[in-house]
Nanobody
Framework: VQLQASGGGLVQAGDSLRLSCANS????????LGWFRQAPGKEREFVAG????????YYADSVKGRFTISRDNAKNTVYLQMNSLKPEDTAVYYCAADMIYGRTSRNPYDYEYWGQGTLVTVSS
């Protein structure tokens, strides 16, 4: 599994961004894919997750209703659509893969593979 995150940038509050996480290695199968973020001086926190098989999604309360995680099986890519962005969404965003079948974890330590991160900056 080799994850490559992209799509970050500088936007204004209220704008939208779509992050992508492409897997150029072993094909996603029954893995869980998650998006996490880490702001300066803060711990890495869970944002959203999706089970590759079945497509079940789950979100942090702070982004529920604003962010949507989805996947494209053909492209072996997972997306994070972020709408109504707020300055507090500013962080480096990481995608990660959880190799345990059926698990829907919000714990970053349960994720084995990580992308390199993409910076999202939301100005007020």
């Amino acid at each position: 599994v080799q994850l490559q995150a992209s799509g970050g940038g500088l936007v204004q509050a209220g704008d939208s961004l779509r992050l992508s996480c492409a897997n150029s290695g072993r094909t996603f199968s029954n893995y869980g894919l998650g998006w996490f973020r880490q702001a300066p001086g803060k711990e890495r926190e869970f944002v959203a997750g999706i089970r590759w098989s079945g497509g079940r999604t789950y979100y942090a309360d702070s982004v529920k209703g604003r962010f949507t995680i989805s996947r494209d099986n053909a492209k072996n890519t997972v997306y994070l659509q972020m709408n109504s962005l707020k300055p507090e969404d500013t962080a480096v965003y990481y995608c990660a893969a959880d190799m345990i079948y059926g698990r829907t974890s919000r714990n970053p330590y349960d994720y084995e593979y990580w992308g390199q991160g993409t910076l999202v900056t939301v100005s007020s």
